[in-house]
């Protein structure tokens, strides 16, 4: 048997040929490389991408929670300011209430400054009602009438400086407007003073 011998191209144009496409395919097969090896580093990059939103869902929906909790605690919060600002118009309705039933309480008092100690005697009202009527000349009708009278603070002695003012508490206001237009005296809030001397 006689072996066989493939013919060789001896055309170097064709060599030429095959070493191109040689190197064609190996570059073609570099960039597919490349691009694999850049495919695969994108990848890792959208996972880590995907985990960090996965994260960040996670804390917004922890801050939403806490949103809702700081929400309704705020509108609690607000009842409480509500309510407090009604109580404190009702507070302040009961002060001026309170504010008024003083000042009528005390529209029937007048101070009398200057009356020596001891001199009004044991019957203060008796004296008082002789004073009023020597002083101012009227003779009331009805008589004056008084609630209380009395001195404010202990006697001093007969040595020791001015006498204690005397405070009476009149039954009538329309009396102690006639006294007060009278004398001129001077206003103190929220008493009234006469000076007797």
């Known amino acids: 048997m006689a072996a066989s011998i493939a013919p060789t191209s001896s055309d170097p144009s064709d060599t030429l ?15 597919i490389t490349t691009v694999g090896r850049r495919l695969e580093a994108i990848d890792s990059k959208i996972t880590k991408l995907t985990t960090k939103t996965k994260s960040i869902r996670a804390d917004i929906a922890g801050f939403q929670d806490r949103v809702m909790e700081f929400d309704h605690c705020l509108t609690q919060v607000e009842d409480r300011i509500d309510a407090m600002s009604d109580d404190h118009q009702k507070l302040q309705l009961l002060q001026n209430k309170l504010t008024d039933l003083e000042d009528r309480s005390h529209r029937h008092n007048v101070r009398f400054f200057g009356i020596p100690e001891r001199e009004e005697g044991t019957d203060i009202t008796t004296f008082l009602t002789d004073l009023l009527s020597g002083l101012t000349g ?55 003073v006469m000076k007797y001397r």
């Open 138 to 192: 009227l003779a009331f009708s009805p008589t004056l009438e008084f609630q209380c009278a009395h001195r404010i603070g202990p006697l001093h002695s007969e040595t020791s400086g001015k006498p204690h003012p005397i405070i009476v508490c009149f039954l009538r206001h329309k009396q102690v407007r006639q006294l007060l237009m009278l004398g001129a005296p001077t206003v103190r809030i929220p008493m009234r």
């Open 17 to 31: 040929e095959d070493t191109r496409s040689d190197n064609t395919i190996d570059c073609i097969l570099q960039e």
